[in-house]
């Protein structure tokens, strides 16, 4: 079974331009989580998606946007992006909410030059 | 609301020591417990879970018990090797919270042969 694949997994943007980041859930899950890896926050979340349905958003500006396809790849969207976007972007699938096991992929790691 | 909060590192061992990572949580409800692996350059791994009071989690040597009177969920293993060199997170979910996992800053540790 494949797992969770993200992608690009390197990108590098300017301050004020815009990003997507794409990621495709292990087949049958239908739940993906997004989290933000920085040196100084470390791990936060970011939203959740289930059934193309946002279930639940961290405490992030409203530049930062996701949703979900009916096939449950799910998109993640930066807009004016500034310095501090620079971030290790996480991923995770699950089967549904409460599943207590996600699964997470590589990462995208977006700089913002 | 929900945190956690784990030792910081570096952790540095030798070959075949002994490893604790304290773990302690702060969470409204009965929350499940995890903690989580990262390799360089990777995504996270789950390495083992405890969705109750006094449950015991293990993998790979790596062990973790839920102790709800102390809050806490420290990771142990009796003997690490050198490809046990991570940074490991702990982490806690709430039912009513879906997915969303809230994390500890993390622990680097180095094991040394």
């Known amino acids: 079974k494949a797992g969770v694949t993200q992608t690009p997994r390197y990108l590098i943007k300017t301050r004020g331009q815009q990003v997507t980041l794409s990621c495709s859930p292990i087949s049958g899950h239908r739940s993906v989580s997004w989290y933000q890896q920085t040196p100084g926050q470390g791990l936060q979340f970011l939203f959740e998606?289930?059934?193309?349905?946002?279930?639940n958003k961290g405490n992030f500006p409203g530049r930062f946007s996701g949703r979900q396809f009916s096939n449950s790849r799910s998109e993640m969207n930066v807009s004016t992006l500034e310095l501090g976007d620079s971030a290790l972007y996480l991923c995770a699938s699950s089967q549904g909410p409460g599943a207590n096991e996600q699964f997470f992929g590589p990462g995208t790691r977006l700089t913002v030059l | 609301g929900d945190s956690v909060t784990q030792m910081e590192g570096p952790v540095t061992l030798s070959e075949e020591a002994f490893l604790t990572i304290n773990c302690t949580y702060t969470a409204t409800g009965y929350p499940s417990l995890f903690w989580y692996v990262q390799y360089p350059g990777e995504g996270l791994q789950l390495l083992l879970k405890?969705?109750?009071?006094?449950d015991k989690g293990s993998n790979k040597g790596f062990e973790a018990t839920y102790r709800k009177e102390t809050t806490s969920f420290h990771l142990e293993k009796g003997s690490v090797q050198v490809s046990d060199s991570a940074v490991y997170f702990c982490a806690l979910s709430e039912g009513a919270a879906g997915n969303k996992l809230t994390f500890g800053g993390g622990t680097r540790v180095l094991v040394k042969p």
């Open positions: 998606y289930f059934s193309e349905t946002q279930r």
């Open positions: 405890a969705t109750k009071a006094d």
